[in-house]
């Protein structure tokens, strides 16, 4: 390709024998030739104005793309109400719920110390006491504050006084009597801070040591509730009952032996597969952070709408400093700590009902070997027999032991199906989540490529019409041109007929001045001197007066007559009218209204001197 354009050589002329010999066609194919690669058909493109096209469409694009920009920060905006909304409710709810508990719990403290404080109560003595060991508190409380509190406001109001009594002498020449004062103020004050920096570090060491108290496992365990304890081995009351035959109670005393050691085994086997859990009750986060995520999953009940994501949305702004995958680290340990510590406490309370069964079915086995052995004395049942006895009693421990160890193997099945059924709707909700994001990713791609296509439409478009564009601001220039020509010759005809009229008015006024000037020789008054012509009336007056004058004679005729346009006739003009109301309205500068104007006829049609050339653009066209 060598880059040349050959589509003006593609003749559109019709061609053959019987063509060829038309003299219009060979004309035209004569043109083509004459013309060659170029067209004067085809102006050259003018690349400033395609420049200030492209200016213009970047500038549309950039207020389209701030638009865009502006409709995502409102809608941000509103989900981030929304959610601030949804928030504001949950709190809210756990408000009333905090305000509800902390009522209850001082209602039950006014009535425990009511209670406590009566004669008939067996803790009176106690509750006494805790009454004057609360006064001493508050005794100990206000000799602290004044010790600590009361001398710093003290000295703060001593400061503002000094202040307003000294403050206008600092930057005069009588700075100097206050410096020595300023210096002992500044000591002061320096020794104050240091006795509330080694105040505030005591108490800082007693708060720490009384957390540490608060935190200890024996108040953990009487405020919280401690598992269930459970002695291991065999219970000595199982040891002190009596049973007629030895190895029938050796044989029942070991099953508390082999129920320890199942429950053992299942309990070690629950602390190894949660080793992870027990290696930090905070899941290796501060404290407070911990304590912060577990409220605010608190707060949001099961039954709310989109709840993992409000209490998300909440935990990442309360916790600024974590990111979400550390989020949803924590969450999943804070799940499997709640399962271990329910399950460990299920198999603690299992066991030590088991063992309480155990004992309670031993106690029952004796007594049946002592009312058998009663039995075979009374009745002389032989040896065998009681033999029998015995085996059948085993027979029947052997059998609660197989019901026992059947129902904690349900048991056990029920509490993995419900684990493994936790676990299916987390991965359900998290596939939602997931599908959710697809989707949403599947719009914005749909979105982005659906804005691509309407670009280039958009792009093909304004080609387009640039092409039309150029065309017809072509066409219309060599219609001007045309125009203009023909206006210069109106013009340049207007204004030889105006300097001809100019001319002729020129001598109509010389004549008339000759005429007027032979009429006032004519007229010329000769009169005598005559003083008392000043106190008679003059012509003039007696003319108004009817006084004198003849019927054919009108002096009060104007010398020449008036032509011209009255306001009222200007005011009756519809395009005055309707130009009027369009700039009232705001509208004069619209293309509609400009050409509602121009199409508007006056009351008097045009004269033909008025009338527009005979070229117009619709026949240039045609031709």
Known sequence: MTGRDYRPFVSEQRVGNREIGRPEEADKLLLRMKQGLGSSRYAAPDYEKLKALALDKKIAANR???????????????????????????????????????????????????????EESSISMFMLDMEDYTLQLAAQLQEFQQATADPIWTLKEDLQAWLAENGHLVGTDQMGEVLDQHAEICCTIDSVKQQQDRIMSVLNKEQRELEMDLNSSTLNKIFTGAEKFVVEGIPEEATELSCPHKALKESVLKEFIVLDRRYKGMLKELDKRHEFVRRSDTGEWDPNDHFTFQALVEQHTHDLPNRRTLY????????????????????EWVRSHRYYNNHRKTLINTWAKSKQELYNKAEAVFADAFLAEELQRVSLINHQ????????????????????????????????????????????????????????????????????????MAEKANQQRLEELQRLMKVQAEHDQERVSYRKEVVARKLQARQEEIERKLEEEQEKERRLQALRETVQPIVETDPMRILQATQASNARLGIGIEEDINIQKPLFDLKGFSADKVISDPRLKLEQELRRA?????????????QTKPLRSRTKDQESPPITYGSWSKN
């Open 385 to 456: 027999k009681q033999q029998e006895i015995c085996q059948q009693l085993y027979e029947k421990i052997q059998l609660w032991r197989e019901q026992k160890m059947e129902a904690e193997r349900l048991e056990a099945e029920i509490e993995a199906r419900k684990q493994e059924k936790m676990e299916k709707q987390r991965i359900r909700e998290w596939e939602i989540e997931q599908k959710r994001r697809a989707a949403d990713k599947e719009k914005i791609g749909e979105f982005h490529t659906r804005l691509e296509k309407e670009q280039e």
């Open 586 to 598: 705001g509208l004069h500068t619209n293309p509609y209204a400009m050409k509602l104007l121009s």
């Open 64 to 118: 389209t793309l701030i638009k865009v920009n502006k409709l995502a920060a409102i809608s941000k905006a509103s989900r981030e109400n929304s959610l601030l909304k949804q928030h504001k409710m949950v709190w809210d709810k756990e408000l009333r719920k905090l305000e509800s508990a902390r009522k209850i719990a001082e209602d039950e403290h006014e009535d425990l110390i009511q209670r406590g404080t009566s």
């Open 312 to 331: 998300m949305d909440r935990l990442r702004r309360q916790l600024p400093h974590k990111t979400r995958a550390e989020l949803v680290e924590h969450e």
